[in-house]
């Protein structure tokens, strides 16, 4: 190949050589010199071989990677029976092979439903028609290629791409500890790379070592230790070239540097770029010249701008010179042109960044008009017309997009789900279906199951986990995204059901930690009730996913409601189709006036006596509430059980009363809302003499509850509680909250769904857990008790609940009753509950332990990163495009004032000038307050006391003199102070209306007049009979500007704050002649005499007073204050800035420079990750885990830590210190299983169970160890009461309970240990199952075999009997 003629002449050769015809560069020399070897091709074939044959190429690779190759001198056998040593790895002749590529590009697949769906630019809003399948156009598709890192395919389980390999096949579904999770959607990829790439190698600074030398890496990535080869020599002679010749070239050491990214590829594809030779004429080819090498006048250097001294150079240093002003001349416009390229791509990043919409409100186009044709081949057909939203919602899935839906209950969300599931089976992929509680996870098992192949994993149920459908509690989802669980690949739908239960303050985090965790590749389909900031909700989704979130939904109930309020046996409808009637409630309140008058007590008004929340006056549980109070508790309360009296009574009548009502109005089945387990089963045992059912509904009843219960032991079967549900339900009473039997649960729950129980006790899970809606809501009171105190409830919870009434396709109407037993409530409060907006949904987002740990355990992830991910930080995050631009146009602002700075006296100095300025004002500020208020500093405030001033009029601290002490009318005093700015100017005002400033007095008459021709010194006499003595008058105007003697001065008022110094010097002042008189002699014989006191102290200002002799301080630090000040004011003096021309200019710009520095601060730590709001948690929390040994120093996560991520159940620091502690050692497997019950159990009051002695033992032993923990917590100043914490972290009411179960006692005997509830008993256990699982791993992890045996057993003997029965919707009840 010809000779490239390189710009600046680099010149250098591309050749092919080998028989793969490598690409090969080789370096020219600076001067050409005939070859004739140019002639000949570059591309030289290699001569014939023999083809090659499987066997052949078999052995070949044997022969060079299989088979060592050993020294033939060495090994000669002559030498046999020699001995000699020998350098293996020296002296062996090692083929030396490339390295391994660091990345590789693959194709990305994508599936044909996809492909079509790719919106063109400029054509986004336009509605797409998916692609047929048998389109010819379809054949065309050309996969995108990927860069991805060669370690991400290579390994297994430190890799967080998805292309890596499976792991082992038991770890398909739940997922392992020591696999790391997937890359989250939306997390930069680049970051990974700083893992094992040097921060040198990837922002340039290699270079900057080579040319300048400095400090190498020293430290490999990954080791804690490195190699110190010392520090490289700088390339001396081509700076010394560049510092002498080329100026402009120079800066680059300083400027361009500055943010500089620049990799190896980079500068060679540059190099490459611009040396590729290109046929120019002459002229071209001077005018490609850059300016740099040309001087200003247009001509060649020649020797003597080279050398001024006239000698001619050596002709090889001249050589070297050129060659080392040409390298650098190349490198600097690479480097400058690549960062001139990144910032382009930064700002257009940015740019693009800011127009992205990541929330889509749907609906805009014609979707539901031309459903048919743009989804002509539908996943799932449906029996009946889609409704509008669901239209939408099913085309935007069929698109690969994410939606949010958002409608009331029953309005048909479920469609959505049902379609997402058709198109992963249609797909051969998987979809998940999350809910928040396991009811719903039972319930939608059973009703997919009818049309899909649906699995089902809950903590202690596992059913077919290959199924294309999956159904789980999301606490499951959770765990298998940390463990990295294999089967996550394969998913391309999550649908959340419930998304406004992110509100719940206990689980709401994790909803936020799966939505921020999922995969890029997998979609996201989130069901809720209307919320009024789902928008909002949706763009933080689709921020932090870099994926569009559609919203669509409706605010039409598929069934109206009616609202009515029951009260005295009748119903007053209040409120109709959303629209709020108040003359029911004014029906309402006239009723209860007219029952009052009838039982002879005065009139009184409706709600008289009841506050804003319809609760008397009087605090529930104080003294003092008086009998109304008392008699509203025991109406309203939930929980309450003394249930005796006239009041309970009539409460009984009443429900009995409405019961019938709605029996004969044809307004059953119907749910009535209770928020007290306690309430639910008094009120239906109140129903004792009602019978709703028919004969052939009682038939019906009797024969399901005999096949439910039949999978129950005989004993199990005549337990209280199912006699007791058997005989209400026999009736058409049903009742429905957590301390029920599961299996109880789930019979109340079929049964109510096929219609024949008409009316239902229930709490407020029924209305989320159970899709069974009724015909009549009813609300036994509109106050719960949330676990901290009652509250009203919010206008979310009551649609929530009230959503429940009317069955589309059956009612016309649903009917919504508030019961009133004693009072009507307000009108303003029951318009604000029916038609209130819906609870906003808010991020609950809190760090944990377990959270922290499994994020530590991840080099590709940081705690910090899901910190700033969370809706909590959603707003600021948004913030951040703003931030950028005020930083990059402060930062601008700041390099100009940088440069404006010009110092006439050699190097400046007023930086130090402004920090001592400050320190003085920021010292005076702390003593200046104590010093004035001493008496004699006061005294001292004579007139005439020269002072060390700071006014907001002059920047700068100033000398000043007392013309005015402060006085019992004015407590400031008037200072005259010197403006020593040459740009000062006195004011227009000033000038012109010198004379008008004296009040009164503005004739010649009353002024003074110079006699004769005479200087100013010589004597003044006045006209007018002005006193010499003075009125005590100030007949200036405050601020007074002037000048004299070419200083500016302001005569104005100062507070005692605003002294810096009071000096020991005076001078002669007339307060008659600059106060009351305003001569222009008097104010410039004063400044003059300022003047004379800075000339006489140049260096310093006057010597101020002494602290103890003179202002009489006795305080030391006040004193040393003081003293401290007044050294930073004499050092001030001494700068040499003191008294320059130009100090107020530059010091203003100096300021202006701090506030500026300040500002960029600010937004810098804004935009940081130290401004997050669970920052300071976060690192507190650190300090814990590192005190506790489950990380190290270096935030690596240790054995103690991978123990602490197995515990999802339970505190899991407490559990961790347990097996550490081997608290379960010494314990058999049923005392080690009953106390672990303390870390599962929730429920606080509780009788206090008998322990053995063992137990009473480990019982103390394990809350010692909480109650050190929270102490260890409150230490590093987490908000923890280590009382609080350990009490709440263990709850030790069931450990009775357990350890007897565990032993073998039937059910029905330990449910007389104890006063908790049945269904409370059971749900401990079943989760006590999941505990040993994790205890399991844990010891698998530890290594401790008799632990792992020990909680097999535990978990053996727990699984029996009603605990462990399984779920009528997995295994079904035939009819």
């Known amino acids: 190949m010809d000779r490239l003629v390189a710009a600046n002449e680099l010149p250098f050769r591309v050749s092919f050589t080998g028989h793969s015809g490598h690409l090969r560069v080789e370096p020219l020399p600076p001067v050409e010199r005939p070859n004739p070897l140019r002639s000949l091709p570059d591309l030289i074939l290699p001569p014939a071989f023999e083809p090659d044959t499987p066997d052949s190429i ?374 998940v279906y999350t809910s928040p509680i396991k009811t719903i996870s039972n319930q939608k098992y059973r009703d997919f199951s009818e049309k899909f192949d649906v699995g089902l994993l809950t903590g202690d149920v596992s059913l077919r986990p290959e199924a294309s459908c999956l159904i789980m509690t999301t606490e499951i989802l959770r765990s298998m995204l940390y463990k990295g669980a294999d089967i996550i690949r394969d998913i391309e739908w999550v649908i959340f059901d419930e998304v406004h239960y992110v509100n719940d303050v206990e689980r709401g ?303 016309e109407v649903g009917i919504v009753i508030l019961i009133c037993w004693d009072e009507v409530p307000e009108e303003s409060d029951l318009k604000h509950l029916i038609t209130g907006k819906p609870t906003k949904l808010e991020s609950q987002f809190r760090l944990t332990y377990s959270m922290i740990l499994n994020l530590l355990r991840v080099e590709d992830l940081k705690v910090e990163d899901m910190l700033k991910r969370s809706f909590a930080e959603f707003h600021a995050q948004q913030a951040l495009y703003e931030q950028q631009k005020q930083l990059q146009k402060g930062e601008g602002e700041l390099s100009k004032m940088r440069a404006a700075i010009d110092c006439i006296r050699g190097d400046p100095t007023i930086e130090e000038y402004y920090e001592m300025q400050r320190e003085a004002e920021k010292l005076g500020g702390e003593i200046q307050e104590t010093v004035m208020q001493s008496r004699a500093a006061l005294q001292a405030l004579t007139p005439g006391r020269l002072v060390v001033v700071r006014t907001p009029l002059i920047s700068l601290i100033s000398l000043g003199v007392v013309l005015k002490p402060p006085s019992t009318g004015n407590k400031n005093s008037i200072v005259l102070v010197l403006n020593q700015d040459p740009a000062f100017s006195v004011p227009d005002k000033e000038v012109t209306n010198n004379k008008l400033e004296i009040k009164g007095a503005n004739k010649l008459s009353e002024g003074y007049y110079r006699k004769g021709n005479r200087d100013l010194e010589d004597e003044y006499f006045a006209f007018g009979g002005s006193s010499r003595k003075g009125t005590g008058a100030v007949n200036v105007s405050l601020p007074h500007y002037g000048k004299a003697a070419g200083t500016g001065y302001v005569v104005t008022e100062i507070d005692n704050m605003g002294f810096i110094s009071i000096c020991k010097n005076k001078i002669r002042v007339d307060n008659v002649r600059l106060l009351e008189d305003v001569s222009a002699t008097a104010y410039s014989k004063t400044v003059q005499e300022l003047l004379q006191q800075e000339r006489e102290n140049p260096k310093n200002y006057p010597p101020a007073l002494d602290p103890f002799k003179d202002i009489k301080l006795k305080d030391p630090e006040i004193v040393d204050g003081y003293r401290k000040r007044e050294t930073l004011l004499q050092k001030m003096a001494q700068n040499q800035c003191h008294g320059c021309p130009k100090l107020q200019e530059n010091y203003e710009m100096i300021h202006k420079q701090q506030i500026l520095k300040e500002k960029i601060k600010k937004l810098k730590y804004e935009m940081s990750d130290a401004a997050l709001q669970q920052m300071p948690d976060f690192e507190q929390r650190i300090q814990v885990l590192q005190e506790v040994g489950c990380i190290d120093f270096d935030l690596v996560v240790q054995l103690k830590g991978r123990v602490a991520c197995e515990i999802n159940s339970g505190d899991e620091l407490v559990a961790t210190e347990m097996l550490f502690e081997n608290h379960l050692d010494e314990l058999e497997p049923a005392e080690a299983v009953a106390i672990m019950s303390a870390l599962i159990f929730q429920q606080k009051d509780t009788s206090e169970p008998c322990l053995t002695p063992k137990l009473k033992m480990a019982k103390e032993r394990l809350f010692n160890t909480a109650l050190r923990l929270g102490n260890t917590q409150a230490y590093y100043g987490l908000p923890v009461n280590p009382q609080d914490y350990a009490k709440d972290s263990l709850k030790f009411g069931l450990v009775e309970v357990v350890y007897e179960w565990a032993k073998g006692t039937p059910f029905a005997d330990i449910c007389f240990l104890t006063d908790v509830p049945e269904g409370s008993i059971v749900r401990t256990i079943v989760r006590l199952d999941e505990t040993c699982r994790e205890f399991k791993n844990a010891a698998r992890i530890m290594g401790n075999s008799s632990l792992y045996e020990k909680m097999e057993v535990a978990s053996d003997a727990i699984k029996r009997d009603i605990v462990f029965a399984a779920s009528l919707y997995v295994t079904g009840v035939t009819s």
């Open 509 to 811: 985090v994790v909803w936020e930690e799966v939505i921020i965790m999922l995969p890029r590749h997998i979609n996201i389909v989130l069901l809720s009730a209307t919320v009024p900031n789902r928008l909002e909700f949706a763009d933080w989704i689709g921020r932090t996913k870099k994926k569009k979130i559609y919203v669509t939904g409706t605010t039409q109930r598929p069934v109206p409601l009616e609202h009515y309020l029951y009260y005295s046996g009748e119903l007053h409808k209040i409120c109709e189709r959303e629209m709020f009637l108040p003359h029911g409630v004014k029906a309402a309140k006239e009723a209860y006036v007219k029952k009052n008058s009838k039982a002879g007590s005065a009139p009184v008004k409706a709600t008289g006596t009841a506050n804003r929340a319809g609760v008397p006056h009087g605090r529930i549980g104080e003294k003092g509430g008086g009998y109304q109070a008392q008699k509203f508790v025991q109406s309203h309360v939930a929980g309450n059980a003394s249930g005796g009296g006239t009041q309970r009574r009539s409460e009984t009548t009443q429900l009995f009363s409405l019961v019938n009502k709605l029996s004969q109005m044809n307004l059953l089945p119907a749910v009535v809302f209770c928020f007290s387990k306690n309430r639910c089963d008094q009120s239906a045992d109140s129903l004792n003499s009602v019978d709703l059912t028919s004969g052939s509904e009682k038939s019906e009843i009797h024969v399901f509850c005999e096949k439910a219960f039949s999978r129950l032991k005989g004993s199990d079967r005549q337990l209280p509680q199912v006699l007791r549900l058997k005989e209400l339900l026999r009736r058409g009473i049903g009742v429905h909250h957590a301390g029920l039997l599961p299996i109880v649960k789930e019979v109340v729950e079929m049964l109510f769904c096929r219609g024949v129980i008409k009316v239902l006790f229930s709490t407020e899970t029924f209305a989320m857990g159970v899709n069974a809606p009724a015909k009549t809501v009813a609300f036994h009171t509109v106050r719960k008790f949330d676990g901290k105190s009652f509250r009203q409830l919010l206008p979310g919870e009551y649609t929530q609940m009230a959503g429940r009434a009317g069955r589309r396709g059956l009612d």
């Open 58 to 431: 078999l052995k070949n690779v044997e022969n060079k990677y299989l088979m060592p190759d050993l020294d033939v001198e060495e090994f000669n056998p002559d030498k046999c029976g020699r001995q000699w040593e020998f350098d293996w790895f020296n002296n062996a002749i090692v083929h030396l092979e490339p390295s391994a590529p660091r990345l590789t590009i693959i194709p990305v697949w994508e599936p044909p439903y996809r492909r079509a769906c790719k919106e063109e630019p400029g054509n986004k809003e336009e509605l797409m028609l998916p692609q047929n399948a048998n389109d010819k156009s379809s054949s065309n598709w050309i996969p995108k290629s990927l860069q991805i890192e060669v370690r991400d395919i290579e390994r297994t389980q430190d890799s967080s791409s998805v292309l890596r390999r499976p792991g082992a096949p038991e770890d398909f579904v739940r997922g392992n500890t020591n696999s790391r999770p997937f890359l989250p959607g939306g997390f930069e990829e680049t970051q990974t790379s700083e893992r094992y790439l040097p921060e040198g190698a990837s922002n340039g600074d290699w270079v900057h070592e080579i040319i300048e030398g400095g400090c190498m890496q020293t430290i490999p990535p990954g080791f804690k230790h490195g190699l110190d080869l010392g520090t490289p020599k700088a390339y001396s002679q081509s700076r010394i070239n560049v510092d002498e010749h080329r100026p402009q070239i120079a800066d680059f050491s300083k400027n361009k540097r500055d943010g500089l990214s620049v990799q190896f590829d980079d500068l060679f594809k540059k190099a490459w770029e611009e040396n590729v030779p290109v046929e120019e004429s002459d002229e071209d080819a001077e005018n490609s010249l850059g300016a740099e090498d040309i001087n200003p006048e247009g001509r060649e250097p020649d020797s003597m701008d080279i050398n001024p001294e006239g000698r001619e150079p050596d002709n090889m240093d001249d050589e070297v010179h050129d060659i080392a002003l040409d390298e650098t001349t190349v490198l600097d416009e690479i480097l400058s042109s690549t960062q001139q390229d990144i910032k382009k791509e930064e700002s257009y990043g940015k740019a693009e960044q800011k127009k992205e919409v990541w929330a889509v409100m749907g609906g805009d186009g014609d979707i539901a008009g031309r459903f048919s044709e743009l989804v002509p081949d539908m996943a799932l057909n449906f029996p009946f017309e889609l409704d509008k939203f669901q239209k939408e919602a099913v085309y935007y899935i069929e698109r690969g997009d994410s939606v949010f839906v958002a409608a009331h209950t029953s309005a048909g969300k479920t469609v959505v789900a049902e379609y997402a599931f058709a198109l992963a089976a249609k797909h051969c992929t998987r979809a």
